[in-house]
Every structure is written in C-alpha cells, then in structure tokens.
C-alpha cells in the first residue's frame, strides 16, 4: 500500500502549497473584510441655504412663515448599495418638533451619492411656545436639528442583501438677520 518515494514527496509539497495558499486566501480575506468592505458611514453635505418666502410680521402679534429648503449630497463610501424606504424626517426646535417632512424611498449606489432635497415649513406658532424663543431670537440665532431613520437594504454585488439602517443627524443654523442657514450632518450605518 505504501507509495513511491517520489510520490509521497509530491504529495508533501502539493499539501504544503495549498496550506500556504489557504493561508494567504484567509488572510487576505481578513483583510478586506476589516479594511475595503468594512461598512462606513455615509457622509451627508449639505449645499448653503437661506430662508424663502419669509413672511415676517412682529406686531400686533408676532407672525412668521417661511420656508426652509435643504439640499445635500449623501455620498456612500461603501461597496455595497443601499435601498431604503419612504420615511419621515423630523425637524426639532429646543427638543419640541416643528415640522415632519416626506422623505421619498430612494437608493444610493455602491460608491455612488445621491441629491435630496428637502422643504420645511416654519411658522412661528410653535416656535413662541418654547420658553427659549424670544431669547434666542434676541441673540440672532434659531438653532434646528433635524433627524431621519433611514430603513432599507445594502445590496452588495447585487446578490448579497443586508437590512440596513441609516440615522442622520443635521445641525441647522438660522441667522435672523440675513437669514442665512448652516447645516453640519453625521450619518452612521447600522447593519
Ligand atoms: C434644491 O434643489 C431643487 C431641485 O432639486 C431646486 O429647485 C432648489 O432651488 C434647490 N435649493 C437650494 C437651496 O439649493
Ligand atoms: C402665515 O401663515 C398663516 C397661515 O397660513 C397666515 O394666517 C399668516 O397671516 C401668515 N403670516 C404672515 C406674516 O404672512
Ligand atoms: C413612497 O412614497 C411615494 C410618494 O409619496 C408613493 O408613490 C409610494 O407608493 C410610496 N411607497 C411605499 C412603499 O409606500
Ligand atoms: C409646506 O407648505 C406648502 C405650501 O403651503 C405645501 O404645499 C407643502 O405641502 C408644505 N410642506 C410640508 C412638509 O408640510
Ligand atoms: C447633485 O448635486 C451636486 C452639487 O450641487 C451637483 O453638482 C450635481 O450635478 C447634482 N447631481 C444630480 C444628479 O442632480
Ligand atoms: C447655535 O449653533 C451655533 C453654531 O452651530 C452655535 O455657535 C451656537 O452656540 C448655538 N446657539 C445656541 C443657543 O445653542
């Protein structure tokens, strides 16, 4: 039963071989897994905005209406897409929602971005309840955040699906006097 010599070296070597093939392919699979695949937050640039449509009018009694639109760029850093669902994004004054708007399903592709824009409706109304409003209005800054849970898939190589979930937060600045707007966002993916 025993083999030839020559044979048996072979077979040494050909083991020998694949084990150290084996061993790289594991590595370099590590590697990429941790390194290239490794899931990144998107990142989310906002163009520059300013209030439209501001209908001011502070006596007899105190009355605003704007609009605010938003546009920004969300660039997925990923290899894979990702698909999400309709969903709401909410706009907070001092923690007291003032305006809930639409946010239409898209998709972003692998190492793609997309342009959203937004619009959201500012009356005064509910912003004269927060007891922080008039001293705020007074110190020439409104500040805003706005946040929306994007739910979908990551679809990687067109096969691979994943549930995944995208929260987003933005940092909006209204300067009273030139009604000027600033917006700072952070995304985070969660798979
Ligand atoms: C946002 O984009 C829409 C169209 O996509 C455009 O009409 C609007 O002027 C843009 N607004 C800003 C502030 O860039
Ligand atoms: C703001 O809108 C409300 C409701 O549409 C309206 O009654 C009010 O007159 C508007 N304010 C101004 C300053 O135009
Ligand atoms: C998402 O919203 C759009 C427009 O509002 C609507 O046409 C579509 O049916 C909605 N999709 C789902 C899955 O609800
Ligand atoms: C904002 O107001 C405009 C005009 O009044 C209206 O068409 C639009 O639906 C409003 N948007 C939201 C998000 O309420
Ligand atoms: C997306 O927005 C950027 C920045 O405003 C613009 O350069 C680009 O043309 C837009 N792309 C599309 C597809 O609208
Ligand atoms: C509003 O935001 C600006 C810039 O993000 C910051 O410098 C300022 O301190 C904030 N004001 C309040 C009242 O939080």
Not at 110 to 130: D, H, P
Not at 135 to 159: C, E, I, M, P, W
Request: hydrophobic letters at 45%; a positive charge.
């Amino acid at each position: 039963m025993a083999l030839p010599r020559r044979s048996k070296r072979n077979l040494k070597i050909c083991c020998g071989a694949s084990a150290i093939g084996l061993i790289i392919l594991v590595v370099v699979s590590v590697t990429l897994v941790f390194t290239v695949f490794k899931p990144k937050d998107p990142l989310i640039k906002p163009l520059p905005a300013k209030l439209e449509n501001v209908q001011f009018q502070l006596f007899p009694t105190l009355s605003l209406n704007a609009t605010m639109g938003i546009n920004a760029t969300i660039y997925n850093r990923n290899y894979g897409g990702f698909q999400f669902k309709n969903s709401t994004t909410f706009v907070d004054y001092r923690g007291m929602n003032i305006a809930a708007i639409p946010l239409e399903e898209g998709s972003v592709p692998a190492r793609g971005k997309l342009n959203i824009s937004t619009i959201a409706n500012i009356t005064a109304e509910k912003l004269v309840t927060s007891p922080y409003f008039w001293q705020d209005f007074g110190s020439g800054r409104l500040n805003f955040t706005s946040t929306a849970n994007l739910h979908g898939k990551a679809v990687v190589l067109n096969v691979f699906k994943f549930d995944a979930k995208v929260f987003s937060t933005c940092d909006i600045s209204v300067q009273v006097l030139s009604q000027e707007v600033d917006v700072d966002c952070t995304a985070k993916l969660k798979l």
